[in-house]
């Protein structure tokens, strides 16, 4: 008998860069692109199938399409401690014309292993135990990097507000923790945020995949280097996310493109400051293109590539957005799931 689960894709709304700092907030959605998992309980051990390449893995060193389930995997089956086996075929919606989106494919497929595995062996786990666990294993599989509000968008879904209040040093740290303790932390403070009801998002493809860890590390180094320079773009951006999260409640639409276009601004400076492409010519052009059609745009999640995120309110400045960009970029449409 197999039982079908599903995680939620990502895009940031606001706060990326700035949530590297511990207690900063950043605005993600959780979206209705999904990664899927098809469980099937039996046998001894775990059989991971990546679905678009047929990859399996049932032990050892996996392959890079299936390293952050692993790590998920085998952490919830520690807790669990059963024997029972399983066999997890994951299926997902992260992709454009056999490119990824950056759409937080690692975080879903985290999210979807340990939930697997809690499925496969009888284990009734908690949300906050599900997500807690799912977190350490991202965080350590990306080499402690990451303020895992991509981890809380796969697993919750809908607008949050996310700060990062991560204790771990370094992912020897808690992957030697018991999976018990890590199980019962509380790394994440989450706060939902009701979106109007006539929020619109697209999505336009910029064209290559972004490294979203060079320019962790680039940011990082910035920030090593000249804690009064990154005080100040890390303040314009927490400022944007606080206006955006702020103008969504309140359902003040000018308020919140405002917001975004700030963001944008914001994420631009920190770049050049950083010497790190953030915001390339074409996202800078996406984003351009958006305002002219009273919309907003700013690059999801690390830039450098992959998707410019585009808030409208209303179908019409959707639809008038929609079709401008079309000219230049791949669109689709998305919505908090």
Not at 33 to 55: I, W
Not at 58 to 63: A, F, V, Y
Not at 276 to 289: E, F, K, M, N, Y
Request: aromatic fraction near 4%; include cysteine.
């Amino acid at each position: 008998m197999s039982e079908r689960l599903e995680a939620c894709g990502k895009v940031f709304l606001a706060g990326e860069y700035a949530v590297l700092d511990p207690g900063r907030p950043v605005l993600v959605a959780g979206i209705d692109r999904k990664l899927h998992a098809t469980v099937e309980a039996g046998g001894r051990g775990l059989r991971l199938v990546h679905a678009p390449s047929g990859l399996l893995w049932d032990g050892g060193r996996p392959p890079p399409e299936l390293r952050f389930a692993a790590r998920a995997a085998e952490l919830a089956l520690k807790l669990c401690a059963s024997e029972s086996g399983a066999r997890i075929v994951f299926e997902d919606e992260f992709s454009l014309g056999g490119h990824k989106l950056g759409l937080g494919g690692s975080a879903a497929a985290c999210v979807l292993a340990v939930r697997a595995v809690a499925a496969a062996t009888g284990r009734v786990l908690g949300g906050d135990e599900a997500l807690s666990l799912a977190l350490a294993a991202h965080w350590a599989e990306q080499g402690g990097e990451g303020s895992g509000a991509d981890v809380a968008a796969a697993a919750l879904g809908g607008v949050l507000e996310v700060r990062s209040r991560i204790p771990w040093r370094s992912p020897q740290e808690v992957m030697g923790m018991s999976p018990q303790a890590i199980a019962a932390s509380r790394a994440l403070e989450i706060r939902r945020v009701a979106p109007p009801q006539d929020l619109r998002l697209l999505l336009a493809y910029a064209g290559k995949p972004a490294d979203t860890r060079a320019l962790v590390r680039s940011v990082r180094a910035f920030a090593a280097g000249d804690r009064a320079g990154w005080g100040r773009r890390a303040g314009e951006i927490t400022a944007a996310a606080e206006n955006l999260g702020s103008a969504l409640s309140a359902n003040d639409a000018e308020g919140a493109l405002a917001a975004v276009r700030a963001g944008a601004a914001a994420m631009a400076a920190l770049g050049e400051a950083a010497g790190a492409p953030i915001v390339t010519a074409d996202l800078a052009r996406a984003c351009a293109i958006a305002s002219t059609a009273g919309a907003a745009g700013k690059p999801s999640g690390a830039g450098g590539g992959d998707c410019a995120v585009i808030l409208a309110f209303g179908d019409e400045a959707r639809d008038r957005a929609e079709a401008a960009l079309r000219a230049h970029f791949p669109v689709f449409r998305i919505a908090p799931a």
